[in-house]
């Protein structure tokens, strides 16, 4: 009985860089899909969703944002589907009253 034998399998590195951006940072890629997992608030013990946002670039290269309300309500109005070349501008905080703030993005299409 004849046995092939395997070609080595090659790795290719997989892991994604995870994007906190700053006000006036931005970020852009292709929306690829997004996950939702538990997370644990350290300084209350409330657990919560996070969703995270997969993205890839042109060159190929992954990253991870994490979505908050004013992330969800920017991509939600501008209507980012999976598959859009996207840019996503961090503004700055905005007052929602009561002591609240939220994150302020703009979403720019490719053309």
Same mark, same amino acid.
């Given at each position: ?16 860089e995870?994007l ?8 852009e ?10 997370w644990? +608030? ?6 919560? !969703?996070? *969703?995270r946002?997969?993205?890839? $670039? ?5 990253? /991870?944002?994490?979505?908050d309300?004013?992330?969800r309500?920017a ?8 598959? +859009? ?6 503004? !700055?905080? *905005?007052p929602?009253?009561?002591? $609240? ?5 703009? /979403?720019?299409?490719?053309?």
């Amino acid at each position: 009985m004849q046995t092939t034998q395997q070609p080595p399998r090659e790795f290719k590195k997989v892991s994604v860089e995870i994007l906190k951006l700053e006000p006036s940072e931005s970020a852009e890629g292709t929306l690829k899909g997004k996950t939702t997992g538990p997370w644990t +608030d350290k300084a209350t013990g409330e657990e919560k !969703e996070l *969703t995270r946002l997969h993205f890839e $670039r042109e060159d190929g290269s992954k990253f /991870i944002i994490f979505e908050d309300g004013g992330l969800r309500n920017a991509l939600a109005n501008a209507m980012v589907k999976e598959g +859009d070349f996207i840019r996503i501008v961090k503004g !700055e905080k *905005t007052p929602m009253g009561g002591g $609240r703030t939220v994150n302020q993005y703009d /979403i720019f299409a490719a053309n």
